[in-house]
């Protein structure tokens, strides 16, 4: 069971937008900075979002990031069939001393 | 470019130590800037943080409950890396492993350990 609870799978078609979510508490979420990784098909996740909204140099601006409460977003737009992959959020957790992440949600391009 | 290189046996008997290595380039492990972490993901794919160190004037090092009392990470200067080690394994520690840099990213091959004898 994650600490931070995401939708296991999410879908969309070519050219269109997806969002994931991500919900967290007060003593994550609530309090720190979200990141997001993509972890395509046998290969260590990679960084795409970092500080709920920044995007590492060398990430399309296709993905964006975004927080609110105790909740946070990614949104891709301009769905691509190379986008289909695991993504996760993660956050420090000050209650738990740790990094804490989401169960991970795993986008399919119809 | 931050790259991390990991090094160590991908298969360890139930009861005893894992230890994993991670070595830094493009960066050091003593950097007043970033943290060094292990992260683990499952076979069923859920990642689970492990632990970090860091150096703030001096060393800290944070471990994640789930495995505390087991773990030690240590950072090693001379030759700028840090590593990791597990005691007393079980098959519930099978996993691949990874070493990460916070921030900015920058993961490890990872590495697959299985427990089994």
């Known amino acids: 069971q994650s600490v931070l609870t995401q939708p296991p799978s999410a879908s969309g078609t070519p050219g269109q937008r997806v969002t994931i979510s991500c919900s967290g508490s007060s003593s994550n979420i609530g309090r720190n900075t979200v990141n997001w990784y993509q972890q395509l098909p046998g290969t260590a996740p990679k960084l795409l979002i970092y500080n709920n909204n920044q995007r590492p140099s060398g990430v399309p601006d296709r993905f964006s990031g975004s927080k609110s409460g105790t909740s946070a977003s990614l949104a891709i737009s301009g769905l691509q069939s190379e986008d289909e992959a695991d993504y996760y959020c993660a956050a420090w957790d000050d209650s738990l001393k740790g990094w804490v992440f989401g169960g991970g949600t795993k986008l399919t391009v119809l | ?117």
């Open chain 2, 1 to 117: 470019q931050i790259q991390l290189q990991q090094s160590g046996p991908g298969l360890v008997k139930p009861s005893q130590t894992l230890s994993l290595t991670c070595a830094i380039s493009g960066d050091t492990v003593s950097s007043n800037s970033a943290a060094w972490n292990w992260i683990r993901q499952s076979p069923s794919g859920g990642l689970e943080w492990l632990g970090r160190t860091y150096f703030r004037s001096k060393w800290h090092t944070d471990y994640a409950v789930s495995v505390k009392g087991r773990i030690t990470i240590n950072p090693d200067t001379s030759k700028n890396q840090f590593s990791l080690q597990l005691n007393s394994v079980t098959p519930e520690d099978t996993a691949v492993y990874y070493c990460t840099r916070e921030p900015g990213g920058g993961w490890g091959q990872g590495t697959l350990v299985t427990v089994s004898s």
